[in-house]
């Protein structure tokens, strides 16, 4: 974390995502602003709250895939969260409690994969010996005489040797593994109350003893199902827990999509309240407590990154309360045409590049000429203009329909090369982007 500056987190960015600088620049510093507060000595430390910001703009811009690649970034706990989805206490829907137990579920299974990491070479080693006990039991030992033992124990070790070799790989075994039981029945929590139904369950789970399941495998899948099993028993689930909630808490990223959907009072009849949801995840923002089954979790610290469309509603409609916990708004720029140019060839998981690699599965290759490139960008945005603007979600759509054909041909032995020039593109989508009726449903 202390390599990963303001600069270097803007830079990471930019290999995924084209533009938008200025959201960029906001999310690095507030993340660097993590870093910084853990450096500051305690009394202070607890006071700096985090920069908690709204971004603001229309679909496809960008504003998922920067909080996305953030985490990734970072490797902090990170959950993206529908605002639309919680609802108010007293109503069916979700609690919005819930989204910190995500968070926290999200923290636990990076750690327990973490440590298993750190265990495979032990838990290998035992699952390899495990493998040898099903494919040559060792029998009665105790009455054994030493000279036969030693006998065994070369013979073993040979067998060893061929084991790691690869030699029994697709060898049928018979193994017992252990398995949860089945529940017999579906918990019906109080409405709202989604963490006591799932707390049920696993109490439930716990009383219920496992089963010794008797199951036929190949070495190979065998060994995957010991080595699990045995890096089970050699994690330590309270460690574990321990140290995901701390990250949870001191690092953890939420992120609250369609907020401008919650926004505005008016309500008209028995609706859910929007103003009641926007004060009930007010508490969770400002910072308290909220009991998951890992224990209590403190959201002073978690970093809130809110985002929206706000095309009916305007950030100044939240309550004045929630708006103050989000200090910092951005306003990300609607896409133009040298954009779609540059996000179609540019990042390191660019569109072409996408379709380049699922081609040559079938044995085939694409070019892009660089004017076929820059008309799927020209259609794409006219589309946006005349249409909904959806961003650069609209050239998903303009790809699928470009190369519906060729990857309905593949594979074919006569086709081996595929070139897209601008005339190309023209001939497949210009009779479907200018029929208004063709172009409502296919693009």
Not at 14 to 25: R, S
Not at 68 to 95: H, I
Not at 314 to 321: M, N, R
Request: hydrophobic share 40%; charged share 35%; glycine share 6%.
């Amino acid at each position: 974390m202390k390599e990963l500056t303001p600069k270097k987190i803007v830079r990471e960015l930019d290999k995924y995502i084209i533009g938008q600088t200025q959201a960029k620049k906001s999310v690095a510093i507030a993340l660097r602003n993590r870093w910084r507060r853990q450096q500051v000595d305690e009394p202070l430390r607890d006071e700096i709250s985090p920069n908690n910001i709204i971004l603001i703009g229309s679909t496809g811009v960008g504003k998922t895939e920067i909080s996305r690649r953030l985490a990734t970034l970072m490797k902090a706990p990170f959950v993206k969260v529908e605002a639309s989805k919680f609802t108010e206490v007293g109503y069916v829907g979700r609690d919005v409690e819930s989204m910190v137990r995500d968070l926290i579920e999200v923290a636990v299974k990076e750690v327990k994969n973490e440590k298993e990491q750190m265990v495979l070479e032990k838990a290998r080693i035992s699952a390899d010996e495990r493998l040898l006990d099903c494919l040559f039991p060792k029998g009665d030992t105790a009455s054994m005489s030493e000279e036969a033992l030693e006998r065994q124990e070369r013979t073993r070790e040979k067998l060893r040797r061929k084991l790691l070799a690869g030699d029994y790989e697709n060898r049928i075994i018979q193994i017992k593994s252990k398995t949860s039981p089945m529940p017999l029945m579906q918990v019906m929590g109080p409405i709202g109350m989604d963490d006591m139904t799932g707390n049920i369950q696993d109490m439930l789970s716990n009383i219920m003893p496992k089963q010794n399941k008797t199951r036929r495998l190949k070495v190979g899948e065998a060994r995957e199902v010991f080595i699990h099993e045995e890096a089970e028993k050699l994690i330590d689930m309270d460690d574990v827990v321990k140290i995901a909630l701390e990250r949870s808490e001191q690092n953890g990223i939420i992120f609250l999509d369609e907020i401008d959907k919650i926004a505005g009072s008016e309500s008209s009849g028995p609706d859910v309240s929007r103003e009641g949801v926007q004060r009930d995840i007010l508490p969770i923002v400002e910072g308290c407590m909220v009991s998951t089954k890992y224990g209590q979790v403190k959201t002073d610290h978690v970093l809130f990154i809110a985002a929206g469309a706000f095309h009916v509603s305007k950030p100044s409609d939240l309550i004045p309360e929630l708006q103050g916990r989000f200090p910092i708004r951005v306003e990300l720029q609607s896409l133009g045409e040298e954009d779609f140019v540059r996000i179609l060839q540019e990042p390191k998981n660019a569109l072409l590049e996408q379709y380049r690699a699922m081609i040559e599965t079938e044995g085939a290759t694409i070019d892009f000429a660089e004017d076929g490139v820059q008309e799927i960008a020209h259609i794409a945005m006219e589309l946006n203009e005349r249409m909904e603007n959806i961003g650069a979600r609209r050239l998903h759509t303009v790809m699928t329909s470009l190369l519906e054909d060729i990857l309905f041909q593949l594979p074919d032995k006569k086709v081996t090369n595929v070139d897209i020039y601008k005339k190309t593109v023209q001939d497949k989508l210009s009779n479907i982007s200018e029929d208004e009726d063709l172009r409502r449903y296919i693009l």
